[in-house]
């Protein structure tokens, strides 16, 4: 019998005591949202731990100690709360406002600040867990991938890295055709190895590890970015 996904996600999403229902009259627009955000709170417990088809409604309710009608007021339905906690998770990952991001004289030391960005969303408990998920079960609910896609946090990604390879190819030091594509080849080589370990398909890596993948990928990539394009007539005379 396979374990469920819920078995392996991070023991952080045990349940924790909810607090007291608010009892008559109507919430304040403060206790709203804060209610909002305890049934979020229950519902990414629910989802991340047992899975999303185990996962029920009728379940998210009970432990978040409210009544059917109190959801239905705020969610449509269990894929528009499903949408909302993704939403959630992947908005809390994204780089504070200010941040300075893009600290770097150069370019290698730029997207290395970028790399460390990128695994550092990728590796949290919470995106790790919500990748299990997709995982598991997406090929029975698509809309679980949809939502995630929905959040366009990764052509974000693409468009922010595109930016800095096309300015460093109009400034003649890049030798690339696509910096759209090559953009989408360096994210998924910062990530998807990382990632994949970390949802348990392999060893995870250490701290230490991580930083010497994030500078190995920044040097593998940059070193192909600074060949030369192929162009048809070096393509006819390969032939």
């Known amino acids: 019998m396979k374990p469920s996904a819920g078995k392996s996600a991070s023991k952080a999403y ?3 005591p909810s607090p ?3 009892r008559g009259g109507r919430p304040s627009r403060l206790e709203s949202e804060q209610l909002r955000e305890h049934i979020l709170d229950t519902a990414t417990r629910e989802f991340l731990l047992h899975g999303y088809g185990a996962t029920s409604i009728e379940s998210v309710a009970r432990e978040a100690r409210i009544s059917k009608r109190t959801f239905y007021h705020r ?3 269990k894929p528009a709360l499903f949408a909302a906690v993704v939403h959630r ?3 809390r990952l994204r780089p504070a406002a200010g941040m300075p991001r893009l600290s770097g004289a150069t370019l290698e030391e730029i997207l290395e600040v970028v790399a460390g960005l990128i695994l550092r969303a990728a ?3 919470e995106a790790v867990a919500l990748g299990r998920l997709i995982v598991a079960e997406s090929a029975r609910f698509p809309e679980l991938a949809a939502a995630v896609n929905a959040e366009g946090s990764t052509q ?3 468009g922010l890295i595109a930016g800095l390879l096309e300015r460093e190819r109009a400034a003649g030091r890049l030798a690339l055709d696509d910096p759209a594509f090559a953009a ?3 994210l998924h080589m910062v990530k998807t190895v990382p990632q ?3 949802m348990g398909l392999g060893a995870p890596l250490s701290p230490s590890a991580l930083d010497a993948w994030a500078g190995n990928v920044v040097a593998l990539f940059l070193n192909g970015c600074r060949g030369e394009p192929e162009t048809k007539e070096t393509k006819k005379g390969s032939r």
């Open 184 to 186: 989408e080849q360096f």
């Open 20 to 22: 007291n229902p608010r």
């Open 156 to 158: 974000e990604a693409i």
């Open 14 to 16: 045990e349940a924790e």
């Open 75 to 77: 969610f449509d339905d």
């Open 89 to 91: 998770i992947i908005d």
């Open 196 to 198: 994949r370990r970390a």
């Open 123 to 125: 590796l949290a408990p």
